[in-house]
């Protein structure tokens, strides 16, 4: 098969993937998970990274969809803006809870296109961040302290456990450790704010993390892409494959208790 019979069903392909990504969106989605995922490309005869940021949303009947996925050079600012103002035109509202790692970029950016919305930091990236500065010896101890805090039954509690960690984590001479703690535990506990049913689906960002597994595993057989539109095209084929599967047909949770 010649190469440009393969380049003409690949510009067939690729209208069908952009048809379907760029669809509109009906109806309200209160919860939108967020996140970049990198992949590599050549650009001027050298190897960069591409980001392609994914966006899937709870709708208000319960089911996970994906909203979006679009090609952002690096997870800065104007990438997030562009990729918030991108999907809010496309239809996206409704949207109560942004849940995501903490990117500057993204933070900046949810105010500005959805100014109602509230962030919730994932919680697993968070403990991954606090474990940076904490001696592996200390790492299970640690972990369970963590875990304590997001185990209380109110945002309240949690605050007053938080701080109790930071005074034993000083006391256990781990400064760094409760620096981190105490800085960045606030924006974790958002989701408290929320129906506590759904509080262990809407404190990480795991629904997301799972299809960024899937992604890697189809494009690590790629290795570098020829440009970013292509990496973006094989993204979102995956995607849009998932969702079609009982993955997008299975009901996530029960909205009802946001009512």
Known sequence: VSSGTISHLNQKAYKHIEEWRQRPLTGEYPYVYVDGIYLKRCWGGEIQNVSVLVAIGVNKDGFREILGAAEGMKEDRESWLNFFTWLKGRGLAGV?????????????????????????????????????????????QVTLMLKAIHAQESKKASREKAKAVVAELRAMKLKETAKKVEDGIEETLTYCDFPSEHWTRIRTNNVIERLNREIRRRTRVVGTFPDGNSALMLVCARLRHVAGTQWGNKKYMNMKHLE
Not at 98 to 127: N, W
Request: hydrophobic fraction near 40%; proline fraction near 7%; charge should be positive.
């Open 96 to 140: 109560r809870l942004i849940i995501g790692d903490k990117c500057l970029g993204m933070l900046e950016s949810i105010p500005v296109v959805f100014p109602e919305a509230k962030y919730q930091r994932c919680t697993v990236h968070f403990y991954r961040n606090v474990f940076t500065v904490t001696p592996k010896t200390k790492m299970k």
